[in-house]
């Protein structure tokens, strides 16, 4: 199952905003700031247009521009939500996240599937026993 990211007012403008620097080395006619900006610009764009989660099998594929990453459901212990400014590393495109609370430590993944309900029962499906902390039970009756 697939699952795009959620986007929100904030983030997009951030985004956009940031991706339209690019043009600032035209009015400035500095090549350097081009080298420089060229990369942030085009690597925001990649996150933009290419953020989404996929549960299949027994894992979640966490893809976000040129990050990846895979989270065995098995060793999922809590989902949590949250919409704080300030992140660790996530990978959405919104401020209405939720927290993964994965393996024997303290690993986590901040995501943001625009369809979260939907993701979670998917998750919850799988691995019952991953507790919800302050989020509606998603899981099916």
Not at 18 to 42: H, K, N, Y
Not at 43 to 63: H, K
Request: proline share 6%; charged share 20%; hydrophobic share 45%.
């Amino acid at each position: 199952m697939k699952f795009k990211s959620r986007r929100d007012p904030i983030t997009t403008i951030a985004i956009w905003l940031t991706a339209g620097l690019i043009f600032l080395p035209v009015f400035t006619r500095e090549l350097i700031s081009f080298f420089i900006i060229t990369p942030i610009c085009a690597m925001l764009l990649w996150c933009w247009f290419q953020t989404d989660y996929t549960v299949e099998g027994t894992e979640i594929g966490i893809r976000c521009g040129p990050f990846r990453k895979r989270v065995q459901i098995a060793e999922i212990k809590r989902i949590e939500a949250t919409r704080t400014l300030v992140t660790t590393f996530s990978l959405g495109l919104s401020l209405k996240r939720i927290i993964i609370h994965y393996g024997a430590g303290y690993s986590l993944v901040e995501i943001s599937p625009q369809q979260q309900d939907e993701f979670i029962k998917a998750v919850t499906a799988i691995n019952p026993h991953i507790e919800l902390p302050g989020l509606a039970d998603p899981k099916p009756r």
